[in-house]
Nanobody
């Protein structure tokens, strides 16, 4: 059973930075999509960023491109999201998600297209004040 636990949320003023971390445990396979989503009550969940554990490259939503960076530390089994120049519209609960996929899918960019994720963390709140 894959387990995901987010940390690092909090409150920050507009223009500030925050880093989120997700501890990933309970899996033995090497081929996963790992992603960050965010959701505001009453609105649809938005995929913010994604990465493939078995390859290079990342996906970043247009709304965060140039401000956020997703990365993975394979030795520590952690997924990170570095957020800069935060704005009030970035306020949301941020979730870490994982999806076990075949290596052939991962190497063809499957992680960078919209699809359902199987495993989710509990989420961490990020609040940006103006």
């Amino acid at each position: 059973q894959v387990r995901l636990e987010e940390s690092g949320g909090g409150s920050v003023q507009a223009g500030g930075s925050l880093g989120l971390s997700c501890a990933v445990s309970g899996y033995t396979e090497k081929s996963y999509c790992l992603a960050w989503f965010r959701q505001v009550p009453g609105k649809e969940r938005e995929e913010v960023a994604a990465i493939y554990t078995g390859g290079a490259g990342t996906y970043m939503a247009d709304s965060v491109k140039g401000r956020f960076t997703i990365s993975q530390d394979k030795a520590k089994n952690t997924l990170s999201l570095q957020m800069g120049n935060l704005q009030p519209e970035d306020t949301a609960k941020y979730y870490c998600a994982a999806d076990l996929i075949a290596p052939s899918l991962g190497s063809n960019g499957y992680c960078f297209i919209a699809h359902d994720y199987n495993y989710w963390g509990q989420g961490t709140q990020v609040t940006v004040t103006s």
